[in-house]
């Protein structure tokens, strides 16, 4: 753009002086410099590709290759494009992890539970006692009987005696009443 600028301020200019050397006689005229213009960036050089198929889908080839241009991100969807270790926080690992080791102990853990139970059901027979501990007890058992026999016979002998002696003195057998004390 400033170089058709500049082309035509010089074609201006030129018609100037034309005009007025025309006009007067010829008298050195001191050329005016033109101002410099201010160069623009240069454009980084954009490669060529080899084979461009113009349509509704465009193919680039490079070097024999075809170029996929880079589609657009949709507005308003976030795309991650992180590594994957970053995709998923590291409590999610940690809740997947205990998920599968309590699946495993549940897969293999009960089968070995009720095979564990089942043995010792089988197993489970009552204790057998030795010869001698069975005829100590026979022994104590007799023992406890006997007293027990002592000690009703004492009670008897007890009531007996009470009733022989309420009867000496003419008192009844019983406690005796608030009228009499």
Excluded: C
């Excluded at 270790?85 to 495993?104: C, K, T, W």
Aim: aromatic share 2%.
């Amino acid at each position: 753009m400033h170089v058709r600028e500049m082309l035509q301020q010089q074609t201006r200019s030129a018609d100037v002086t034309t005009r007025q050397g025309a006009e007067r006689p010829e008298k050195p005229e001191r050329p005016e410099r033109p101002e410099r213009p201010e160069r623009p960036e240069r454009p980084e050089p954009v490669e060529r590709p080899d084979v461009v198929v113009r349509g509704p889908n465009e193919v680039i080839v490079r070097n024999g290759v075809p170029v996929i241009p880079p589609v657009p991100g949709i507005p308003g969807i976030a795309v991650h494009t992180g590594s994957p270790e970053s995709v998923i926080p590291p409590q999610v690992v940690d809740l997947a992890y205990g998920a599968f080791v309590m699946l495993a102990v549940m897969v293999i853990g009960w089968p070995l539970s009720r095979a564990f139970a089942r043995r010792l059901e089988r197993s489970g027979h009552p204790a057998s006692i030795s010869p001698a501990v069975t005829e100590q007890l026979r022994r104590i058992e007799q023992a406890v009987e006997a007293m027990s026999i002592e000690v009703e016979r004492i009670s008897e002998s007890q009531r007996y005696l009470t009733k022989l002696q309420a009867a000496q003195l003419g008192e009844p057998a019983g406690l005796p009443s608030a009228e009499r004390r």
